[in-house]
């Protein structure tokens, strides 16, 4: 049974920093392909940053530079820390295992983790 947990979220001020963490059971976690994705309400989910089983990463145009994903393969968890938090960056936060060029999500989300973003 694949279970993705997030955890890490909260309420911050612009500028402000979190880091969230996504720990993954039930699935080779070592060799698949992981991706952070966001939605906002009224909004459709979007990938916001991705890690190959390589350790390759690629990031949304609008959080390149201050999100930063990582793996731990030892812990089967893969973090994200976002740096200078704006207020667009409000959403619920999930993880997922990404398949295919499009880094689209393989099982079904998991809970989830909000993170606001406000003065």
Not at 11 to 32: D, H, K, N, W, Y
Not at 44 to 59: D, H, K, N
Request: proline share 3%; with cysteine; net charge positive.
């Amino acid at each position: 049974q694949v279970q993705l947990v997030e955890s890490g979220g909260g309420s911050v001020q612009p500028g402000g920093s979190l880091r969230l963490s996504c720990e993954a059971s039930g699935i080779i976690f070592s060799i698949s392909h992981m991706g952070w994705y966001r939605q906002a309400p009224g909004k459709q989910r979007e990938l916001v940053a991705g890690i190959t089983s390589g350790g390759t990463t690629t990031y949304a145009a609008s959080v390149k530079g201050r999100f930063t994903i990582a793996r731990d393969n030892a812990k089967k968890i893969v973090y994200l820390q976002m740096n200078s938090l704006k207020p667009e960056d409000t959403a619920v936060y999930y993880c997922n295992v990404a398949t295919g060029r499009h880094w689209g999500p393989q099982w079904d989300w998991g809970q989830g983790t909000q993170v606001t973003v406000s003065s």
